[in-house]
């Protein structure tokens, strides 16, 4: 497909591009994350949504962090699985981080992507990031731009 001729030499490279993201983690890699999630999910304090999240980002040097949601009382000020990784991540190495994929799960086996704020703080420190989620038919990769069409930068 991607050397299709009727295709324009610019999609082409788009598409081979897009094929490349898809395959920059492997299988392997992806199945580590997803127990890394798991496993900390056990951790989340959520006991008013008894929705248990847990999160695990890969970082571009190899690392793996990993972050259960934590709600409070307030509700308001609950923080996600998701932004809890990357704070602990930041908190760990400084804000030079480069997230190269997440993956999240719950406790529920319900689809559940990342939250639009969960976006945008992935994107802040991985624009080219590949998320793994539950899907509303499966487990389901997507590019964090496909998540978050015209995200937010300052530079
Ligand atoms: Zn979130």
Redesign the pocket.
């Known amino acids: 497909m991607a050397h299709d001729s009727r295709v324009p030499a610019i999609h082409q490279t788009h598409m081979a591009r897009l094929s490349s993201r898809e395959s920059a983690v492997s299988a392997n890699m992806r199945n580590k994350l997803e127990r890394a999630a798991a496993k900390v999910m056990k951790n989340a304090h959520a006991p008013y949504s008894n929705f248990h999240v847990g999160a695990a980002i890969l970082l571009t040097n190899g690392q793996i962090f990993s972050g259960c949601n934590v709600e409070n009382a307030s509700y308001g000020m609950t923080n ?1 699985a ?2 809890t990784a990357i704070f602990s991540a930041v908190a760990e190495l400084g804000p030079k981080i480069e997230i190269q994929a997440v993956a999240v799960t719950n406790d529920h086996g319900v689809a559940c992507s ?2 639009g ?2 976006r945008q703080v992935i994107y802040e420190f991985g624009p080219d990031a590949t998320v793994f989620f539950q899907g509303a038919s499966g487990p389901k990769q997507a590019h964090i731009t496909e998540l978050l069409p015209e995200g937010f930068r300052l530079q």
């Open positions: 996600c998701e932004r990342p939250c704020a969960c």
